[in-house]
């Protein structure tokens, strides 16, 4: 099968490319991208027109989602997730562990892919646990782990327990070639807190999680990445000490990279207290931070320290979040919104430009995981995000693709959207409202 | 819900419950407390104590003394009373003080002794086993110590300086015995008038009229 996408602008910085393109893909694959390719005299080639105000990025890939498969289906399914990344404009996700029973065995995941297999939407990368049931004691058997399919380590949910375990994890994952994602919080400072610590938590009365809690974990792994030669991404980071240790870290060649999710670089811990008091689709870990923070995200992803955006897809069934705050699960729902918010407040802003923007959703991410796509170079899976930036979108939960409808972001209108998903040469979805029809 | 009551008085051990609640529920919400967040009809009813024998309380020196993080007491207080125009000093140890409460309007300090000083109230909070648990304090002994209100510390303030405990009253931890029972107390009177408090909102949240 042979499909020619034409016109609209290209971008895609692995290969240094931003101008009109026209992209040819056979059998799933990028076969040729180039200027005006002819079309005459192949009869069987599907040509999409696509429209000029429309922009064609290697596919989008999420590194950092919670599918809830095997064991928490009434929040999401692999099914539902995948539904939900496509409409979202990721061509791929990552998706972490800490499902029941936990990814920490091959047969667990052999069971997510093959259930990503049959939804046949977005790729499914698995993330493994670092630990036995993310126990902090034993190492997971990580080289079987990897031979299944899974491309990188956590204990996400909770931070890896000990330094030394965290070494040797580390020391470990490198022979396979993958990086250790943490979740980094020190759980003796973050105790019971449900909020960052600070004058909104205080005034509500909320037990507060300090930034310490996050800054000292990134601090302890960034020294033992630096001791072994180990790859460690610092998932969801959520504060300006955790950056500032980021930077001095690259600055000494330590193999460290970080992701930001959107609602770290876009609210701060105002929110707990309006519009709505106790809203619990405020409530995440790491908690929203205070506005330095939030304004340190946006330095870090403008001056290129922050390697990539991660949504946390972290869905929740609505009675789960219809409680007191306490007592709510932590996370928010991303797939659906993680797009259009970067588009809005950061390549509108001027924060980023689109070709920053496209590394920071897909070329880094890929690199980082060591997967395929984050190209459209001859040869590379045809997987491609078709963004119009300029599309008024109006956030509407009521509509999701997930099972889930837990983001404090619903209403939200926002300046830039999806037009087409596009997974192996094959359309996932199409934006009817971007004037677009494959 | 169905049940329609016109009111629901509400204590909770989450802060925020009668947010939620209140979004919910029809029924008028009285917050008896909910977690470490508010407790108003403490409130008023030490805003009530307090007029009874100054008069007033604008331009007066209240120090609030103790478990400042956890007290719901605290801070239903501060909102009233820096309302209400008093100069309100907040004391404790610096692991019970949370964060950016200057912004409340208050003075923070971990001296109890500068902020008794030439007070015109000082209102003690209670302080609870478990803190000691999670290191907040090395121990009842030393708390005593540090911050207790003993008598040389009442005789810091103003001559007819009032003593207030939203209760109940940990002896010898907080507050010397000799203080609790002293002249200066009006510990006792908080719980009266505290009936009466709570009779007059509820009379006037379920439709009452003023007098």
Not at chain 1, 346 to 358: D, E, F, M, Q
Not at chain 1, 399 to 419: C, I, Q, Y
Request: glycine share 10%.
């Amino acid at each position: 099968m042979k499909r020619l996408l034409r016109g609209g602008r290209l971008i895609d910085p692995a290969q240094g490319l931003d101008g009109q393109f026209d992209v040819l893909i056979e059998d799933g694959r990028v076969a040729r991208i180039d200027r005006d390719i002819a079309v005459n005299g192949q009869p069987d080639l599907d040509v999409v027109e696509v429209p000029a105000d429309c922009v064609v990025c290697p596919g989008f890939i999420d590194m950092h989602v919670h599918l809830r498969e095997p064991g928490f289906e009434h929040k999401e399914t692999i099914a539902t997730g995948t539904a939900a990344a496509v409409a979202g404009g990721f061509t791929a996700v990552a998706c972490m562990p800490n499902t029941n029973p936990i990814n920490d065995n091959a047969s667990v995941t052999k069971y997510i892919l093959e259930k990503a297999a049959q939804a046949g939407l977005a790729r499914v990368y698995p993330i493994a646990a670092v630990s036995v049931e993310s126990r902090g004691e034993q190492l997971a058997e990580i080289g079987e782990l990897r031979a299944a399919g899974c491309v990188a380590i956590s204990d996400d949910g909770r931070p890896v327990a000990t330094a030394q375990l965290m070494r040797r994890a580390l020391e470990y994952s490198s022979m396979f070639g993958m990086p250790v994602v943490d979740h980094c919080e020190d759980r003796s400072l973050a105790g019971e807190g449900v909020a960052h610590e600070g004058y909104h938590a205080s005034l509500l009365g909320l037990r507060g999680i300090p930034a310490a809690a996050e800054e000292v974990m990134v601090d302890r792994d960034i020294v033992l990445a630096g001791l072994t030669g180990g790859a460690f991404h610092v998932a969801h980071m959520s504060v300006r000490g955790s950056l500032r240790a980021v930077r001095a870290g690259k600055a000494r060649g330590v193999r460290v990279t970080c992701e930001v999710t959107p609602h770290h670089f876009i609210l701060d811990d105002e929110r707990l207290a309006s519009p709505v008091s106790y809203d619990t689709n405020c409530k995440m870990n790491p908690p929203l931070r205070e506005t330095a923070d939030r304004d340190a995200m946006l330095e870090g992803l403008r001056d290129g320290s922050i390697d990539a955006i991660a949504s946390d897809h972290a869905p929740h069934h609505y009675d789960e979040k219809k409680v007191e705050f306490d007592r709510a699960p932590f996370g928010i729902v991303g797939l659906e919104t993680a797009v259009p918010l970067s588009l809005d407040r950061l390549v509108h802003t001027g924060v980023v430009g689109l070709g920053r923007l496209v590394e920071l959703l897909s070329t880094n991410p890929a690199s980082i995981l060591g997967v395929p796509g984050g190209t459209l170079r001859r040869g590379s899976p045809a997987d491609v995000t078709i963004i119009a930036p300029d599309l008024p979108v109006t956030v509407d939960a009521s509509k999701f693709r997930s099972r889930s409808r837990n983001t404090p972001f619903d209403g939200w209108r926002l300046r830039g959207g999806v037009a087409a998903t596009i997974v192996g040469g094959v359309t996932m979805w199409v934006n009817e409202s971007a004037g677009f029809h494959l | 819900m169905a049940m329609a009551p016109d009111l629901i008085v509400v204590r909770h051990s989450a802060s925020g419950a009668c947010d939620f609640l209140a979004r919910i529920c029809r029924a008028g919400i009285i917050n008896a407390g909910d977690g470490t967040h508010e407790h108003p009809t403490q409130a008023l009813l030490d805003a009530f104590t307090i007029r009874e024998h100054k008069g007033r309380l604008d331009r007066l020196k209240v120090a609030i003394v103790g478990d400042l993080l956890h007290s719901r007491v605290l801070r239903s207080n501060v909102q009233l009373l820096t309302k209400l125009g008093a100069d309100v000093w907040v004391s404790g140890p610096p692991t019970m003080m949370p964060p950016g409460i200057e912004r409340l309007g208050v003075k923070a300090t971990t001296s109890v002794d500068a902020a008794v000083d030439q007070a015109d109230v000082i209102m003690m909070l209670r302080i609870q086993l478990e803190r000691m648990e999670g290191a907040f304090f090395p121990s009842f002994r030393e708390y005593f110590t540090v911050f207790g209100l003993t008598t040389e510390r009442v005789a810091r303030a103003k001559p007819d300086v009032i003593i207030m405990h939203p209760g109940p009253m940990n002896r010898g931890v907080e507050i010397a015995s000799e203080v609790a029972d002293g002249p200066y107390s009006v510990i006792l009177e908080q719980v009266s008038n505290g009936v009466a408090v709570r009779m007059a909102t509820l009379y006037l949240l379920a439709g009452g009229a003023e007098a």
